[in-house]
């Protein structure tokens, strides 16, 4: 299915997930070929991630009027059934800049703007936000309003996806992604994120105390060796599937989308459920970790970030 752009702008919320952050596009630089441009940012890649699991998902982002990157993204939401819910109004589209190694991980660079227009939706059961538009000045602060006023009755999922090069002073990074992880019911971050912003510290613990703050779920992803959640009352470790690496672009994305749309699977969105939420136990710990991983393992398998739709995961 396709749309034209401007018919695929919606300034209402039929979805029952609402994505806020950044959007843009990835000029990827590979070894000894021509840069690539593709459509990404975390936010878009979750929102376009859930959508393809058939959880339908709107997106609230920044975009450049008439440029030639904000029309490639709105055509990229359209096919993929994301509806953009704010109209672009940014001088221009964010871009970063993915240099993939010998061994596909990727590096970036970024050329940013982001300025977000708040918008009035209805009711979603889940909210997401984080990366770059939950951080960066001015349009972070709509973001963090919208969740504040969305959070008493929808579920509110984060993932920080650390910038390093974006994030300025490492302890006010940290205040600030503490905020928002006390904001959060679902957060999952990376083994990176924890390392930058704790150096030398026991993850475990990280996430320990992260879950203290307010989450009913905390789930770290170690890379090759696997993802870790933990709640009040249980923990579990799953491994990742065995897969042929091309590179890692979108894989955290893909896992956050997974993870979302097996908590949509097992009723478990909106506030509503909150207790529910926080009583999983590890056979449930795991029956989500390992879905999320099933998820990230396709999009490794293919270049840039790609996530799955549900005819393309085994999951056992």
């Known amino acids: 299915m396709s749309a034209s752009p401007p018919d695929h702008l919606e300034n209402r919320l039929p ?25 990404g940012g975390s936010p878009l890649n979750v ?15 920044s975009l450049g009027v008439d440029d030639d990157y904000g029309a490639m993204i709105e055509v990229h939401l359209a096919e993929n059934d994301v509806t953009l819910v704010a109209p672009a109004t940014a001088r221009r589209t964010s871009t970063a800049t993915a240099i993939i190694d010998d061994e596909g991980a990727a590096s970036y660079e970024f050329d940013l703007e982001w300025a977000l ?31 504040r006023r969305l959070r008493p009755s929808a579920t509110v999922s984060y993932d920080p996806n650390v910038r390093p090069a974006l994030m300025g002073d490492r302890d006010s990074a940290r205040a600030r992604i503490e ?18 912003l704790y ?23 170690h890379g090759a060796d696997g993802s870790y959640a933990v709640t009040v009352g249980a923990a579990a470790r799953v491994p990742v ?3 042929a690496l091309v590179d890692t672009i979108g894989a955290g994305d893909s896992f956050m989308a997974g993870l979302l749309a097996a908590l949509s699977d097992a009723d478990l969105l909106g506030r509503e459920h909150e207790k ?18 099933a998820c990230a393992a396709v999009t490794v398998s293919r270049p840039g970030a790609d996530p799955p739709r549900r005819d393309a995961l085994a999951v056992g």
């Open 117 to 147: 227009e708040p918008v009035e939706v209805g009711a979603p059961r889940l909210v997401h936000t984080g990366s770059i538009g939950a951080l960066l000045a001015p349009g972070a602060a709509v973001a963090m309003d919208a969740v």
């Open 241 to 243: 599937p065995d897969v």
């Open 47 to 61: 929102a376009v991630g859930l959508s393809r699991l058939d959880v339908p998902a709107a997106l609230h982002t």
């Open 199 to 221: 150096p030398g510290e026991d993850l475990d613990a990280v996430a320990a105390r992260w879950l203290a703050l307010g989450p009913a779920l905390v789930v770290v992803t």
């Open 276 to 293: 529910r939420l926080r009583a999983l136990d590890e056979d449930a710990l795991r029956s989500l970790l390992g879905f999320a991983a």
């Open 179 to 196: 905020e928002l992880v006390g904001l959060a019911d679902v957060v999952k971050a990376s083994s990176e994120d924890l390392a930058w």
């Open 15 to 39: 979805e029952p997930v609402l994505v806020i952050g950044e959007a843009l596009v990835d000029l990827i630089r590979r070894p000894g070929q021509r840069t690539v441009a593709r459509v």
